[in-house]
């Protein structure tokens, strides 16, 4: 009998994780990035490794806009799991309105302006993650914008 093991296959990484933000500045209207191609977006992006969701959103935002706010300024929503076919997409949907500064482009190959809408009057060129980020927040919103198959897993409200 051999005490020899077979090799374990090790499981290939096929997902992406990562955290949309919604920016809800004083009055109300939330941020958004115009990328290059004319559709807009929440600020966001992937989650590093050791980063929770709070700290990649804050990071993600002080990298792509320039404004500040700490990680405990920032709410998780849901998780959320995109339905598209291909690679599979693990989204945190987050908000704040403690973020401070004025945004700035500060990555101009990704984003060409940032500009504050009014809730009820967002474009409707966005970019699904999104779209599924702000239905998070407001489901109402639905009603309005685009269609962004995913499953939702709202947080617990305490």
Do not use: C
Not at 81 to 87: C, E, K, M, N, V
Not at 110 to 123: M, N
Request: net charge negative; glycine share 8%; proline share 10%.
């Amino acid at each position: 009998m051999s005490t020899e093991h077979p090799a374990r296959s090790v499981p290939q990484p096929n997902a992406v994780v990562g955290v949309g933000l919604i920016v809800v500045g004083w009055d109300g209207r939330v941020l958004l990035g115009q990328a290059h191609d004319g559709h807009w977006e929440l600020p966001g992006g992937k989650v590093d490794p050791e980063e929770d969701f709070e700290r990649a959103a804050a990071r993600e935002l002080a990298e792509e806009t320039g404004l500040s706010v700490a990680p405990w300024g920032i709410r998780i929503l849901s998780v959320q799991l995109s339905t598209r076919p291909g690679l599979t997409r693990l989204t945190a949907a987050a908000v704040t309105t403690a973020a401070e500064g004025t945004p700035t482009v500060t990555e101009p190959d990704k984003i060409a302006r940032w500009d504050w809408f009014d809730p009820t009057e967002l474009p409707t060129d966005l970019y699904a993650p999104s779209v599924a980020v702000l239905r998070a927040w407001r489901p109402e919103l639905a009603v309005t914008l685009p269609q962004a198959p995913t499953h939702d897993y709202p947080m617990e409200t305490r």
